[in-house]
């Protein structure tokens, strides 16, 4: 009897032991498992962030779409419904086919979306016959969407996440938001982070069938942040509007703080498609395109620069002291170097020629001479400090690099010694060299501002400071005759001169207005006479194909060879002359040459850059301060 | 053999014996009952309808028979125990044959009014027929092989009968009624040394008769977390609920783990578990301890009875009811394996009900007619 008694209090006393461990110590453990089990949560997108150019008009918004929910369970009869919606919709019979796996695969009180993306024409028409689509919800929301497609590849666009997304992107990792959109190119890509917000969320309690009871709280999270970009949406049609028709990109910058007023690629394609799952067909079109529509030829295009790099081989000759502006050079149409032959693109020669003239009619010859002299590896530090060879915006993962060749980049990337032909070559901006269009657009915007380092960018700061460059700029207008020198100024504002000497600057800028407005000049026939609008600029072509000495005799023109062959037309230039304010450079892809092809694109989009300068500086720092 | 007429019918005595009653155990089992209604009421969602109607029924029928057998005279109980006993082998054999198949087992009887599961009457009627057989024959025989080799038979036969319906927890809480009554007679420790050593030698044996899902069962129970949406399922979610509940429970009807579907078989085997968290530790406490009282009272009772066979009965009830407590608990807490086990009175089940308050009554007969001889 006392055995048994012990035994039932040892029974007893391991109950009350279990009861107060799981009630009591572990209890806390057990009550969020509880609350695990009973509750689910949705994550749902809050708004995207919007992207607006440098007046405020949104180029990158949020727009009502119109959706199309089923749930099974409060359908009499769901292959009826989805029969009757075949017919309201014309959906496909494959897409019927695929809806039933997927509502096969799901519980029965689970919705599934039909459509995300209807028209109004086809979301009026559900509503009309609502009354008999027993189980269908018309469900209103948002979703990005692009006006127009100017700003296709400097805005980029959203679109699902991927697996890939996932593995590489950090912040999506807590994110698992259903049918979240994220950016996948250009500023959404780059900005996308912040542009998300932070999720809200549906909670719900479900029992243990995983059925929705009763929603027990909503947040709708933090809307995503809203940018404003240094972009002009007129010059972005503009600038897409010159290049109708042509495989090219068009960059246009603020010569002294760097704005990048438009940045166009062409051709382009609808962002819009993406957002809601680009169809196949569309797609095919889009990556077997010749063009290549999706790449962003301004800042991912990489091309030689051609005879727009004179300019800075000028530059590097007369600062190193190498050459004297004065200096005249026979050009015969060709010289020789050490039993090679090389040709000026001007079969006849252009006879005895000035650095000003030879920059004016853009002659080979005089640069080979230069070039020679000057050597390679003093021409790359100079191509190198104003912005080429390497990455000059931020964080725009498209963004390439390119080439700056000198004689150890040689040895290292290819492991051979440097010949001195190829330094011929890359005086004109021929052979290893490699430039994007946004590289020449900064290079000649740090030429027409004085010789004075910028930093290119594409969102205007929350303060929208003016830079030393700009204080200095004010300065100088203020008190036109103050005697410090350029050196003084230099030091009284800390200003990041690339020249030793500024007169060589201004030696070049005089004569890219020389091949601009002066008869002769390579893109004289482009000119703007009204000076409110005249340019100076240099044209350039990069070579595709080296021509044959048949050819060459034959003087066969570039509109004769096939497409792919011919050069790439270049140009370069700041405007207007009298008082820059922009930079801007155009390519052609396979234009032929510089002048005929891309300067004539300049000058349009040159004439809308100055006409809207006014609109764009009365824009004060204030009221984009308060905007954002 | 005869009823003993005055004791039973006039209207005198029944008045007399009606202080006899033990109003301790009375009011702990009335308690009880009451609590389960709550608790029947709770597990229907808040519907008083559907388990907690037919409950309440049962509950109330049942407790009038108890206090009718409790008024029937002990000496009725032990003369009658070996029929008892006999019949319930029949009913058991009826349903190996003609039993209601529910879920893969055989255990009921269609009597039309409701199932009956002789089973759960066989815990009771197994304690009855031993105690009347240790009652009859002389305390000096208990151990000679003779004397134990008809309660072993006694035992094995409904033993087989319902391990082979199959129903693993009833048959081993029969078992366990068994021996401990055989144990409380004087039955020497070696014997059932001797028999356990046997038992761990054809284990092996028995458990390849183990039906899958009982096995698994036993696999779970050692590791629940291997399986957590399979076998270890009811496991995990009642130690959760359990757990949740926290030291003064969720409330009333807010058991959200039982409320949402997550605990299985919550009207029956869990329904402690529902108990458990709505209302906590305390709550939790307040009923092991209402439990222990009960056991405490019928062990009291068997103290104060004069005849062997209610000594016998009583402390054998108690213990195997305090066993059926401490399995059922066990079980929801994650102590034990999941083996199908009611909880007394508290769980949902007309043949449990009817075997507990059958039980009970016996021993409240004990009680009122302590001072009674048995022949």
């Known amino acids: ?166 593995r590489t992107k950090k912040y999506l990792k807590d994110l698992n938001i259903e049918g979240v959109e994220i950016g996948k190119t250009g500023l959404e890509s780059s900005l996308d982070e912040q542009m998300l917000g932070s999720p809200g969320y549906l909670r719900y309690e479900v029992n243990a069938y995983g059925k929705k009871i009763k929603q027990v709280a909503t947040n709708t999270g933090l809307k995503g942040k809203t940018f404003r970009t240094t972009l002009d949406q007129n010059i972005q049609k503009i600038s897409t509007e010159a290049l109708e028709g042509v495989s090219g990109a068009v960059c246009v910058m603020d010569i002294y703080n760097g704005d990048i007023i438009s940045m166009v690629s062409s051709p382009n394609f609808n962002p819009n498609s993406f957002v809601h799952g680009v169809n196949k067909d569309e797609w095919r079109g889009l990556s077997e395109n010749i063009d290549k529509p999706m790449l962003n030829k301004a800042v991912s295009g990489l091309y030689p620069p051609g005879s727009t790099i004179k300019t800075l081989t000028a530059l590097s000759a007369l600062e190193n002291d190498i050459f004297n502006p004065n200096q005249l050079i026979q050009c015969k149409g060709y010289i020789d170097l050490h039993g090679e032959r090389f040709h000026c693109w001007k079969k006849k020669g252009h006879g005895i020629l000035s650095m000003r003239n030879a920059i004016k009619r853009s ?28 990455k000059i915006l931020t964080n725009f993962k498209e963004e390439k690099a390119g080439t700056v060749p000198n004689t150890k980049w040689k040895l290292n990337q290819i492991g051979k010694n440097w010949y001195i032909g190829e330094t011929l070559h890359s005086g004109i901006g021929q052979g290893y060299f ?195 | 053999m005869m009823l003993n007429r005055n004791s039973l019918h006039t209207p005198f005595a029944i008045r007399d014996k009606v202080f006899d009653l033990d109003f301790t155990l009375l009011i702990s089992i009335l308690l009880l009952g009451v609590i389960s209604m709550f608790a029947q009421y709770s597990s229907s969602g808040g519907q008083f309808d559907y388990h907690a109607k037919s409950h309440a029924i049962r509950f109330v029928v049942f407790f009038f028979f108890f206090l009718a057998v409790s008024f029937i005279n002990i000496r009725f109980w032990n003369d009658y125990s070996l029929l008892i006993f006999i019949l319930l082998i029949l009913l058991l054999v009826v349903v190996k044959f003609f039993g209601v198949q529910s879920q893969g087992s055989r255990r009921w009887i269609n009597l039309f009014v409701f199932n009956l599961q002789p089973s759960e009457l066989m815990k009771v009627g197994i304690i009855l027929f031993l105690s009347n057989y240790y009652h009859k024959i002389s305390s000096s025989d208990v151990n000679k092989f003779k004397y134990l080799f008809y309660p072993l038979i006694a035992l094995l036969i409904p033993f087989m009968l319902v391990l082979s319906q199959p129903d693993l927890g009833t048959a081993i809480l029969i078992l366990i009624s068994g021996v401990v009554i055989t144990w409380l007679s004087g039955v ?147 102590l034990l394996p999941i083996v199908g086990a009611p909880l007394p009175i508290l769980s949902y089940g007309g043949s449990s009900m009817l075997a507990m308050m059958f039980g009970l009554g016996i021993v409240m007969s004990c009680n009122v007619y302590k001072n009674n001889t048995v022949s």
């Open chain 1, 1 to 166: 009897m006392f055995l048994l008694t012990s035994f039932k209090a040892i029974v007893l006393v391991g109950i009350f032991g279990r009861l107060a461990s799981l009630q009591i110590n572990e209890s806390s453990k057990y009550k969020s498992l509880a609350d695990k089990n009973r509750f689910r949560e949705r994550k749902i997108a809050p708004p995207r962030g919007i992207i607006e150019d440098y007046f405020g008009n949104e180029i990158a918004s949020n727009a009502k779409i119109y959706q199309l929910h089923i749930t099974p369970e409060i359908s009499n009869d769901v292959n009826a419904l989805l029969f009757r919606l075949k017919n309201i919709l014309n959906l496909s019979s494959k897409k019927i086919a695929l809806l039933q796996k997927q509502i096969a695969k799901k519980k029965s009180w689970d919705t599934t979306i039909i459509s995300d993306n209807l028209t109004w024409s086809e979301f009026s028409r559900v509503n009309l016959f609502l009354h008999e689509l027993q189980g269908a919800q018309p469900v209103v929301s948002i979703a990005r969407f692009y006006k127009d497609n100017s700003s296709a590849h400097a805005i980029g666009y959203v679109s699902e996440i991927s697996p890939n997304d996932l």
């Open chain 1, 363 to 390: 002659c080979d010859v005089y640069f080979y001479e230069v070039a020679r002299k000057l050597g390679i590896d003093r021409l790359s530090v100079t191509a190198e400090k104003f912005g080429l060879g390497r």
């Open chain 1, 434 to 628: 490699l430039s994007t269009p946004i590289q020449l657009c900064l290079m000649t915007a740090q030429l027409a501002n004085g010789g004075f380092k910028i930093k290119p960018r594409m969102l205007v700061n929350e303060n929208n400071e003016i830079n030393n460059l700009q204080k200095y700029l004010n300065y100088k207008k203020e008190n036109p005759n103050d005697p410090d020198t350029i050196d003084q100024q230099i030091v009284n504002f800390s200003l990041e001169p690339l020249f030793r000497n500024q007169e060589n600057i201004n030696f070049v800028k005089e004569a890219m207005f020389a091949a601009s407005n002066e008869a002769g000049g390579t893109s004289y026939r482009s000119r703007h006479n009204d000076k409110k609008f005249m340019f100076a600029g240099k044209t350039g072509s990069s070579q595709i194909r080296r021509f044959t000495a048949e050819e060459r005799e034959a003087e066969v023109k570039q509109t004769e060879i096939t497409y792919l062959e011919r050069d790439h037309a270049w140009f370069v230039a700041f405007a207007p002359v009298q008082d820059p304010k922009y930079a801007i450079s155009v390519l052609v892809e396979h234009g032929g040459s510089g002048s005929s092809a891309a300067a004539p694109i300049a000058k349009k989009v040159i004439k809308k850059v100055i006409e809207r300068h006014e609109t764009r500086t009365s824009q004060t720092k204030q009221q984009i301060v308060e905007d954002i």
């Open chain 2, 188 to 334: 020497k420790w070696k014997i059932f040394a001797y028999l356990s050593g046997l038992v761990i030698v054809l284990a092996p044996v028995a458990i390849s008769f183990l039906k899958p899902y009982q096995k698994s069962r036993i696999l779970t129970f050692l590791n629940p977390d291997s399986d957590p949406l399979g076998a270890g399922y009811q496991i995990i979610q009642s130690k959760i609920a359990v757990g949740s509940g926290g030291l003064f429970g969720k409330g009333f009807l807010n058991g959200s783990q039982a409320y949402l579907n997550f605990l299985p078989e919550k009207h029956t085997d869990f329904i402690f578990t529902l108990y458990s968290e709505e209302f906590g530790f305390l709550g939790s406490v307040f009923m092991v301890f209402l439990y222990f009282l009960i056991t405490f009272r019928i062990t009291q009772i068997g103290n104060v009875t004069r005849s062997i066979f209610g000594k016998l009965y009583c402390y054998g009830f108690a213990t195997a009811f305090f066993v059926y407590v401490a399995v059922n608990m066990s079980m929801v807490l994650g």
